[in-house]
């Protein structure tokens, strides 16, 4: 069965930065896209970065040039490198396969996410 493990979240002031990262087991890792989203409070989750096989990566434009996706295959982990942090980014941050989500047991499965809070 798959296991996404997200970590590196917390508590950061406003133009900080934060590297996430998210170990995954369980899955031939090495040859699918993965990508980085976010679930604000009381927002559905959103895609934030993705990165392919391969190594192209693909932002959404409220982080283009402030994130950046990584992933070393040999570790089976993704990274999520951010800078200049504003609390519009305040949000649980998950991993996952892009462009769909590995299942278990027939549903969506996704890790227990890290916290991401950008406040003075």
């Known amino acids: 069965q798959v296991q996404l493990v997200e970590s590196g979240g917390g508590l950061v002031e406003p133009g900080g930065s934060l590297r996430l990262s998210c170990a995954a087991s369980?899955?031939?890792?090495?040859?699918?896209?993965m990508g980085w989203y976010r679930q604000a409070p009381g927002k559905e989750r959103e895609l934030v970065a993705t990165i392919t096989s391969s190594g192209s990566t693909n932002y959404a434009d409220s982080v283009k040039g402030r994130f950046t996706i990584s992933r070393d295959k040999g570790k089976n982990t993704v990274y999520l490198q951010m800078h200049s942090l504003t609390p519009e980014d305040t949000a649980v941050y998950y991993c996952?396969?892009?462009?769909?989500?590995?299942?278990?047991?027939?549903?969506?499965?996704w890790g227990q996410g890290t916290q991401v809070t950008v406040s003075s």
């Open positions: 369980g899955t031939i890792f090495s040859i699918v896209a």
């Open positions: 996952n396969r892009h462009p769909t989500p590995w299942l278990r047991w027939g549903k969506d499965y």
